[in-house]
């Protein structure tokens, strides 16, 4: 009989006894004290790399925030202040921030990437207790399934331009117009978000149960034929294939009822802002 079963990690101190030894006398008949260099993370700090790196997986990778963490110490009996934590976490990006540019340029130099920003409430440095809304962008490579997060405090296309002004390939977003102003001039063809898209006619389908419900249907025989074509893990250029000889033929029937109804809508109605997108 297998059972899964589950051991908690445990909190232990690491001690390092380095002996002190004195050097052989100089010519002046001078002796010095020896002893090994300590190697540490994070100089005259008690945590070690292990609970560094786990703390903090735990907070950007599992959003376990640190007053959480804190109190999960506490069940150890070991007593952490905030600040030491915050501390601790401070001092360790400086340790991957040499990886970070890295990281960033193998993203986009690849070909295709996806992009996005997401409103982010961030506290005021500089009144307390204010916060004022940033945005967190961010670049996927979908073939090597990588990706980058950037912080900028606009949303204004100078963000993403400094990023992808050398970038070559496809470049899939929303609609935001910021995405098509970047694209213009430059070796970049601009791909939408069928999800996006989706959204819109989803939001649309209590005001027109008829028009939204047309588009709906056909863009979930969209997501069948992708679906099948995953679980098959047929290679790219197959996939090409299945996609010209089915979707091609959906997709063009959508882009003829939506030109065929475009002139009987309101162009505010949620339908018809769903048409336009």
Request: positive net charge; hydrophobic residues 40%.
């Amino acid at each position: 009989t297998d059972e899964l079963e589950y051991i908690a990690p445990k909190l232990f101190i690491n001690r390092y006894i380095r002996f002190i030894y004195l050097s052989k006398e100089n010519e002046q008949g001078h002796q010095q004290q020896v002893i090994a260099e300590l190697d540490r993370p994070i100089d005259k700090c008690i945590a070690g790399t292990e609970l560094l790196s786990q703390i903090a997986v735990d907070k950007f990778v599992f959003h376990m925030p640190l007053y959480r963490q804190l109190q999960r110490f506490k069940l150890e009996n070991i007593d952490i202040t905030a600040s030491t934590l915050d501390s601790w976490m401070r001092l360790l990006s400086k340790h991957i921030r040499p990886l970070y540019p890295v990281h960033q340029a193998y993203i986009l130099g690849s070909n295709y990437l996806q992009a996005d920003e997401s409103p982010i409430k961030v506290q005021d440095r500089d009144k307390s207790g204010a916060t004022h809304q940033g945005y967190m962008w961010v670049y996927r490579a979908p073939v090597s399934k990588a990706l980058f997060f950037e912080y900028n405090k606009g949303r204004s296309e100078q963000s993403p331009l400094k990023n992808l002004s050398t970038f070559n390939g496809y470049l899939q977003s929303d609609g935001y117009v910021v995405y098509e102003n970047i694209v213009k001039g430059r070796k970049i063809t601009h791909v939408a978000c069928w999800a996006h898209a989706r959204r819109m006619f989803e939001q649309a389908l209590t005001y027109d149960k008829v028009l939204a419900g047309f588009v709906l249907e056909r863009i979930q025989i969209l997501y069948a034929i992708e679906r099948r074509a995953r679980e098959m893990g047929v290679a790219a250029h197959e996939r090409k294939e299945i996609r010209l000889n089915e979707s091609l033929p959906i997709l063009n029937e959508i882009g003829e009822y939506i030109a065929g109804n475009r002139s009987r809508v309101l162009p505010r109605s949620p339908i018809g802002k769903a048409f336009e997108y």
